[in-house]
């Protein structure tokens, strides 16, 4: 069996990313796409068969270099979803994992046999800590069941990947001899992987500029990297591990794997791609399809993405405070460095909130189809700030209530001033309101059956009418028990109806508002009619 060889074994001598600018075929780096096999060991992340098919399609069409599908041997339905995604895969080399066990191995090639492209991807432990405690087994047996492990694996498949787990955490000299006989058995690929997130970025780069250069036949594998995230460190020490001459990445979609996860394949790839001059290596992936891949794992993981997660977080490409609002809407590249369609995001977000500034505000409003002049401009911004301290999250709908509201209240003849009610089990409910009517402020307190009723009769009693009440109706524009209610009012005249609206996150303060809105209207009709009749 062959397989295809997509770079070149050698990965580069150059210690210094920046002295090998330019771009060839030493520089192609594999990207290793984990997220079905360490991803999904991360506790609740199991996945169904059929969503595996799904999250392998998504990689294959995104250009992933190679898909590790599964561990064969953990479970029925973890060989199937391997075989399967082996059958369909278009593209990408499909691996298995394997323990240095002939049952594991076999079972790892029956499962990626169907490939176009199979690799058998096998591992041993060979930290002191690992090999004492956890093998129980002596430095020479391990050096005995990696050469076994991998000859077992090539006499099924050419593409052999071996890892020395625990790697950072493994003897130097160890290492190496177990290095120079997975090569020297046929492995191709040699993973040191940095199994419990321990390494930092300058020992990483070195561990694996002297593991390339202490053993003799380094240049016959692709040295890979693989980070956890225990420290925080994975993608630095992955970047890091290049420099020092790796050309295989091993990373998850959305960082998922064991404990706090492996390297982000989103971040690795978006780095490159954004810091080109400073880490000059070219890769398959195509950016556009990150998020998508991204939205999917976390759906079909169960496994929700951080708001803040770098490249596909949801406030990855939104923006809050008025400076940076104002920046990119002069230019973009103020606060962004790369832009959100190459991630395949829509586009950059500005977020209405408590930080925004008038230049975003105005272009909300441009957005949302309002025109203002200048003084209702200032005040629609001085109220939406005040309802911005009030609230978490102002939505295009929060905003429409406010605007729309401050539009009917420029033709007010009745304005609500101040509203305090007394309500609860006690009762009686009771009103205390001020309001301005004709420029004329008036108080009155009454009570009520409810604190509507008292609000309503303490605007009866200001402004005695004939009007009845046909419709009090609330809903809340948007979501959450902080959201603004907004309220209608319909009064009802000799078969005419009259109504107002009125939004607040104080439903109460909103009914005031809503009420006066619609008597207002009332008054006006009432007073156009007695003019036209006298
Ligand atoms: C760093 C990593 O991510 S390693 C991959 C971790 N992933 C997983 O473990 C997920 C899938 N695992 C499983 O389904 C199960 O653990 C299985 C099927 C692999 C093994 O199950 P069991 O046979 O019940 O063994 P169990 O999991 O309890 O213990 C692991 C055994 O494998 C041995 N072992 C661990 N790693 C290796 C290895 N690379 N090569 C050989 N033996 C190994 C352990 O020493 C232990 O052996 P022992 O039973 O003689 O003490
Ligand atoms: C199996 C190996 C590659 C692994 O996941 C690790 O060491 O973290
Ligand atoms: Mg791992």
């Known amino acids: 069996m062959t397989t295809e060889n997509h770079t070149d074994v050698s990965g580069g001598t150059s210690t210094s990313p920046s002295s090998s600018l330019g771009t060839s075929d030493r520089d192609r780096l594999l990207i290793f796409d984990t997220t079905l096999r360490d991803g999904e060991q991360c506790p609740g992340a199991s996945m169904t068969f059929e969503e595996k098919l799904q999250v392998a399609e998504v990689l294959d069409d995104m250009g992933v270099d190679i898909i590790e599908a599964g ?106 001899r177990c290095v120079e006989a997975a090569i020297g058995a046929g492995a191709t690929t040699i993973n040191i992987p940095d199994t419990v997130g321990y390494s930092t970025p300058d020992e990483y780069k070195n561990l694996f500029i002297r593991v390339r250069e202490a053993v003799p036949n380094s240049d016959k594998a692709v040295f890979s990297v693989h980070c956890h995230d225990d420290l925080g460190m994975a993608e630095a020490n992955s970047l890091a591990g290049v420099a020092g001459g790796a050309r295989q990445i091993e990373c998850a979609v959305n960082g998922i794997g064991e404990r706090a996860g492996n390297a982000a394949l989103e971040e690795i790839v978006m780095a490159i791609k954004t810091r080109n001059d400073v880490l000059p290596y070219t890769i398959g992936v195509d950016t556009t399809m990150l998020m998508r891949a991204s939205k999917l794992v976390a759906a079909v993981a169960s496994f929700p993405v ?59 409003l441009k957005e949302l189809g309002y025109d203002l002049g200048d003084n209702a401009f200032q005040d629609a911004f001085k109220r939406f700030k005040d309802l911005a301290d009030r609230k978490k999250h102002v939505y295009d709908e929060d905003i429409e209530a406010l605007i729309d509201e401050e539009i009917g209240n420029a033709h007010e003849r009745i304005k609500v001033v101040a509203l305090t009610v007394v309500a609860g089990t006690g009762g009686p409910q009771k009103a205390t309101l001020t309001l301005d009517i004709d420029g004329d402020r008036q108080t009155r ?45 319909r009064l009802e005249h000799e078969g005419k109806e009259y109504s107002g609206r009125g939004a607040d996150p104080d439903t109460l303060t909103a009914s005031a508002r809503a009420y006066v809105h619609a008597l207002g209207k009332f008054l006006a009709k009432s007073d156009r009619l007695h003019a036209q009749a006298s």
């Open 71 to 176: 561990f064969p041997i953990a479970s029925q339905g973890d060989f199937e979803s391997v075989r399967e995604i082996a059958r369909r895969a278009e593209r990408a080399v499909i691996a298995g994992l394997s323990r240095a066990q002939f049952n594991d191995i076999d079972r790892c090639a029956e499962a990626v046999r169907a490939a176009r492209r199979p690799r058998i991807h096998t591992f041993i432990s060979t930290s002191p800590i690992h090999m004492k405690h956890k093998l129980q087994m002596e430095p020479e047996a391990v050096l005995q069941a990696v050469v076994a492990s991998v000859k077992r694996a090539r006499n099924h498949v050419d593409d052999v990947e071996w890892s020395a787990e625990d790697g950072t955490r493994t003897e130097f000299e160890f290492l190496c």
């Open 445 to 489: 307190e009454a009570t009520g059956n409810g604190p509507v009723d008292a609000i309503f009769l303490a605007v009866q009693a200001m402004v005695p009418h004939p009007a009845k009440l046909a419709l009090y109706q609330v809903h809340a524009v948007t979501g959450g028990t902080d959201a603004q209610a907004e309220v209608t009012v």
């Open 306 to 364: 951080q708001y803040n997660k770098a490249i596909v977080g949801r406030n990855a490409f939104a923006h809050e405070s008025g400076i940076h609002q104002d920046g990119m809407l002069k230019h973009t590249q103020t606060y962004e460095i790369m832009t959100p369609d190459s991630v395949g995001v829509k586009s950059t977000s500005l977020v209405m909130g408590k930080h925004s500034g008038r230049h975003a505000f105005g272009e909300k």
